[in-house]
């Protein structure tokens, strides 16, 4: 049994992915946590104390439990959280060493990789880091983060005794862009949650989402975040180019920050520029277990992202028995199976986006097959084995003791 301290700082597993900045990476947390419980492990989460009455600690399960911390205003904006790290750093050591230590902390993105390169320090415990996100990569994919955050994943990796990777693309990102050596990582693919998950019947679940007013028409659908490194405005040019004429895009998700209001409002004057305005709709976010029905609605899901560590829509989606047509990067590419489970589009052309939402569109036959292809790769995806697969990495970390750090 392990005592495990997983850091994440910015956002809460506890919030409904899709609000803010809450996405794939609570799914994460949460469901690795609870594997990890569920296998007899201690989790506490450390998260910032973002809104006001929040408990100090909320049991989840037996075995995982969330911690808020508070460190600066709670309203803080997300640019704003780097000026509150070391504070946020500070307390949450005192309470691990109130609580008679840890056998090993888990960062989770680069704000919570910093806490956790000062944490290792103080507690002389080894460091186990996921980033989800890498500066490196979007600046490349055409979306520029300050230099300092990429100089801050670097001196994390330098200082971390295991950098994980989602896939091997990810894995090939790490050591091309970061220098990370190859033994100092960890492939450990995040999983699905079949028992919610599941093929379906189209019909029942439009019924289901009544409100939608789905009625039989095409479905292309969006889940994530509206942020600009989700590239919705290329699933609503696609839109206006295919060749069913009333085909409609729902995207589930909610504006992260400013730059996700400017992107939701950029995604309404596209819309109406390309008149295809009342075929788009933008619908609130979900929770969670209600989108294996939006899944299932849906003819295909589009993942248009310029940059992705991973993909968790494109599996959830393939795991409902949908193709998926994504983008031909990062994670989404091994998610993927072209031809299989979906298409891959190499390029951010709207015509090549719309010709691979015709050839799903176009083919119920085809578009079914790769939908059954779909249901069954995601099966190998599950949470209990990515959680098997993290505590054998946490044993093997913590069997050797804290690496030298070299940043």
């Known amino acids: 049994m392990a005592r495990v301290t997983l850091l994440s700082l910015h956002t809460?597993?506890?919030?409904?992915?899709?609000?803010?900045?809450?996405?794939?990476?609570?799914?994460?947390?949460?469901?690795?946590?609870?594997?990890l419980a569920h296998a007899g492990h201690d989790c506490t989460v450390y998260v910032r104390t973002d809104a006001d009455g929040l408990p100090d600690r909320v049991e989840v399960e037996p075995g995982v439990a969330v911690v808020h911390?508070?460190?600066?205003?709670?309203?803080?904006?997300?640019?704003?959280?780097?000026?509150?790290?070391?504070?946020?750093?500070?307390?949450?050591?005192?309470d691990v060493e109130a609580r008679g230590g840890t056998d090993v902390l888990h960062s989770n993105y680069w704000l919570s990789g910093v806490a956790g390169h000062r944490l290792k320090h103080a507690l002389d415990v080894p460091l186990v880091s996921t980033f989800h996100t890498l500066a490196r990569v979007k600046a490349a994919a055409g979306d520029p983060e300050p230099e300092s955050r990429a100089r801050a994943e670097a001196a994390v990796m330098a200082c971390s005794d295991t950098v994980l990777a989602s896939c091997r693309a990810e894995a090939d990102q790490l050591a091309g862009l970061y220098a990370v050596p190859?033994?100092?990582?960890?492939?450990?693919?995040?999983?699905?949650?079949?028992?919610?998950?599941?093929?379906?019947?189209?019909?029942?679940?439009?019924?289901?989402?009544?409100?939608?007013?789905?009625?039989?028409?095409?479905?292309?659908l969006f889940v994530g975040r509206v942020q600009r490194l989700k590239g919705i405005d290329v699933a609503v040019a696609a839109l206006a180019r295919v060749a069913s004429g009333?085909?409609?895009?729902?995207?589930?998700?909610?504006?992260?920050?400013?730059?996700?209001?400017?992107?939701?409002?950029?995604?309404g004057a596209r819309a109406a520029a390309?008149?295809?305005?009342?075929?788009?709709?933008?619908?609130?976010?979900?929770?969670?277990?209600?989108?294996?029905?939006?899944y299932r609605a849906a003819d295909v899901v589009v993942a248009p992202s310029r940059s992705e560590s991973f993909g968790?829509?494109?599996l959830e989606?393939?795991?409902?028995?949908?193709?998926?047509?994504?983008?031909?990067?990062?994670?989404?590419?091994?998610?993927?199976?072209?031809?299989?489970?979906?298409?891959?589009?190499?390029?951010?052309?709207?015509?090549?986006?719309?010709?691979?939402?015709?050839?799903?569109?176009?083919?119920?036959?085809?578009?079914?097959?790769?939908?059954?292809a779909g249901a069954r790769r995601a099966a190998a995806y599950g949470w209990a084995a990515a959680a098997r697969r993290l505590a054998a990495v946490y044993a093997e970390v913590a069997a050797r003791g804290p690496l030298d750090c070299a940043a």
């Not at 895009?249 to 209001?261: D, W």
């Not at 305005?277 to 209600?290: F, I, N, S, T």
């Not at 994670?331 to 691979?356: E, Q």
């Open 246 to 267: 009333d085909a409609v895009l729902v995207v589930c998700g909610g504006p992260s920050g400013a730059e996700g209001a400017a992107t939701l409002d950029d995604i």
């Open 182 to 220: 190859r033994s100092r990582i960890a492939l450990v693919s995040p999983g699905v949650e079949h028992a919610l998950f599941s093929p379906g019947p189209r019909a029942g679940a439009r019924a289901a989402l009544a409100d939608l007013d789905l009625g039989d028409r095409p479905v292309v």
């Open 317 to 372: 989606a393939a795991a409902c028995g949908r193709p998926v047509v994504a983008a031909e990067v990062g994670g989404l590419a091994t998610l993927v199976d072209h031809g299989r489970t979906g298409l891959l589009v190499p390029s951010r052309d709207p015509g090549a986006w719309a010709a691979a939402l015709d050839a799903v569109l176009g083919d119920r036959s085809a578009a079914e097959a790769m939908g059954r």
């Open 274 to 294: 390309l008149g295809v305005a009342d075929r788009v709709r933008v619908v609130p976010p979900r929770p969670h277990h209600e989108l294996s029905t939006l």
């Open 12 to 35: 809460s597993p506890l919030v409904q992915p899709g609000l803010g900045d809450s996405g794939g990476m609570n799914v994460y947390v949460r469901e690795m946590a609870a594997g």
């Open 312 to 314: 968790l829509v494109a």
């Open 69 to 94: 911390v508070a460190a600066g205003p709670p309203a803080l904006a997300k640019e704003e959280l780097p000026s509150v790290v070391d504070t946020w750093a500070d307390a949450v050591r005192a």
